[in-house]
């Protein structure tokens, strides 16, 4: 039987437990050093002799404190030691954040990223926090937005319903990016016509920042990558209770597979609306394909 005294101190543990983890959620784990993730696939008829190492960085959301320009400084150094042939920016440059930050300028942030570098090129996407939090542009209905600015002078370019061919060992294959799913109004993103630019057989990687694309993703493309989701930013074994996504935990996080098209999920880096992150730390993903 418990008694009075065993009730008072098992509710007094309770609570130290509660304070401590919302301490863990809001001081520690938003702003520790992002953790490395790696997937390895070999999607089916990619080409045998084409190995290929994308460094994805995910909803940066620069904002201080959580995210500062020094702090991006060290995500960038950090992903410029994992010898990418390519670094791939999935959106949400822009803050997001409702409760407890400050602003970071487009030129702060810029400036730090324009550290990324990789053989094959640094290239990106928009984010829907891209047009949300620049009123102008929403106001617009069009860009540029203060991100497109930003990307610009650095010399990143951002894809927007379009294909770019490279190679590498003499092996060909294709970069496309998504116009953004919801800003600055929900029908941007052209998939078919950004697929259209695709002109040989060669196998397609394709950005988009939310991952509710997925289900019309053809086979032809070899994997498609998103951010957007923050894993939840609260994740309890393998369950987000909320998630951005009008699928919800189907495409929360992760490496997702269905009909044999591949899906990766970026658990990110920032966070929006909240400055909280709960079993879904920030990240660094690493896809090798080959």
């Known amino acids: 039987m418990l008694t009075r005294r065993g009730f008072v101190r098992t509710l007094g543990a309770l609570l130290l437990s509660g304070v401590a983890s ?38 940066i959301h620069a904002c201080r404190p959580f995210m500062s320009p020094r702090r991006i400084g060290d995500i ?13 920016l999935l959106g949400d440059f822009l803050s997001g954040m409702r409760m407890g930050g400050h602003r970071v300028t487009s030129n702060e942030w810029a400036d730090e990223l324009a550290r990324l570098a990789a053989p094959l090129g640094v290239h990106a996407v928009m984010g829907n926090h891209d047009w949300i939090d620049d009123p102008d542009a929403m106001i617009a209905g069009a860009g540029p937005t203060i991100v497109h600015k930003a990307l610009a002078s650095i010399n990143v370019p951002v894809y927007e319903n379009r294909a770019t061919r490279f190679e590498k060992d003499g092996q060909g294959f294709w970069l496309a990016g998504l116009a953004d799913q919801i800003g600055p109004r929900i029908g941007l993103d052209d998939l078919p016509g950004t697929l259209a630019q695709v002109t040989d057989e060669a196998p397609v990687i394709l950005m988009a920042h939310e991952p509710d694309v997925f289900p019309e993703v053809p086979d032809r493309v070899a994997v498609t990558l998103s951010g957007h ?33 591949n899906l990766i999920v970026s658990g990110g880096l920032g966070c929006s609306i909240m400055p909280v992150r709960f079993g879904s730390p920030p990240e660094i993903v690493i896809v090798e394909l080959g």
């Open 22 to 59: 919302g301490a863990y959620a809001v001081g520690i784990e938003p702003v520790g050093r992002p953790r490395i993730v790696r997937y390895h696939l070999m999607p089916e008829n990619w080409p045998a002799g084409l190995k290929l190492r994308l460094v994805i960085l995910a909803d």
């Open 76 to 88: 960038c150094a950090q992903a410029n030691a994992l010898n990418g042939d390519m670094i791939l």
């Open 229 to 261: 989701t923050h894993g939840g930013q609260i994740r309890l074994f393998g369950y987000s209770p909320v998630v951005p996504s009008r699928f919800r935990n189907r495409y929360a996080y992760g490496h997702v597979v269905e009909d044999g098209r």
